[in-house]
């Protein structure tokens, strides 16, 4: 069973940017059965996806989280990583990092979740 | 796209729990579940439709119609209450979609 660890700051400014990184405990990476995203949920709402990296390294992303996003993968470290630029405190949340079945869009494993606080 | 799904859904210990999902002809999109109780991430409970992952019992199962689909939990135990959110992928915004979530309450 594959597992998926987030790790970054917790606290980060107001207009400063986010950046988290996921690593994951296997080889799935290396498969084109796989894409990896990124999930946020502040606190007592509901899931919104932020956007997703292929193996190959192309990307997608929410609408309306498009043009703050950017997210990469380095499969030599088996990590996955996210920043979201030019945060407020309405980017407070819990960042979940989750493997995605490319075949049918859904989200098999998932990380246990990091807060992150925007604060100054 | 939006997908709705009630705020709160309660259910007597040892019956059977609806969750619904609706979205404009949700029938035509693969449609997922997920679980999360509290403080923890979401687990998949059911994908595409109807198909349960390794691990999810049988009591657990999925259908869809061409407005709405439905979580159905059997045989409802404590340990079912949680969180449950729907979520489909809209491929005219090309967006992950998620429902609000609905909350179990086994009585």
């Known amino acids: 069973q594959v597992q998926l660890q987030e790790s970054g700051p917790g606290l980060v400014k107001p207009s400063q940017t986010l950046s988290l990184t996921c690593s994951v405990s296997?080889?799935?990476?290396?498969?084109?059965?796989?894409?990896w995203s990124w999930i946020r949920q502040p606190a007592g709402k509901g899931l919104q996806w932020i956007g997703r990296v292929e193996s190959s390294g192309d990307t997608d992303y929410s609408p309306s989280l498009k043009s703050r996003v950017t997210m990469s993968l380095d499969k030599s470290k088996r990590q996955f990583s996210l920043n979201l630029t030019s945060v407020t405190a309405g980017d407070t949340a819990i960042y979940y990092c989750?493997?995605?079945?490319?075949?049918?869009?859904?989200?098999?494993?998932w990380g246990r979740g990091a807060q992150v606080t925007v604060s100054s | 796209y939006d997908l709705t799904q009630p705020l709160s859904v309660s259910v007597a210990l040892g019956q059977t729990a609806v969750i619904s999902c609706e979205g404009d002809n949700i029938g035509s999109k693969n449609v997922h579940w997920y679980q999360q109780k509290a403080g923890q991430a979401p687990v998949l409970v059911i994908y595409?439709?109807?198909r349960r992952p390794s691990g999810i019992p049988e009591r657990v199962s999925g259908s869809v119609s061409q407005n709405t689909a439905t979580l159905t939990i059997a045989r409802a135990q404590a340990g079912d209450e949680s969180d449950y959110y729907c979520?489909?992928?809209?491929?005219?915004?090309?967006?992950?979609?998620f429902g609000g979530g609905t909350k179990l309450t086994v009585l």
């Open positions: 979520q489909v992928w809209d491929a005219n915004t090309l967006d992950v979609v």
């Open positions: 296997d080889d799935s990476m290396n498969s084109g059965a796989y894409y």
């Open positions: 595409r439709d109807r």
């Open positions: 989750a493997r995605e079945m490319a075949a049918a869009l859904f989200f098999d494993s």
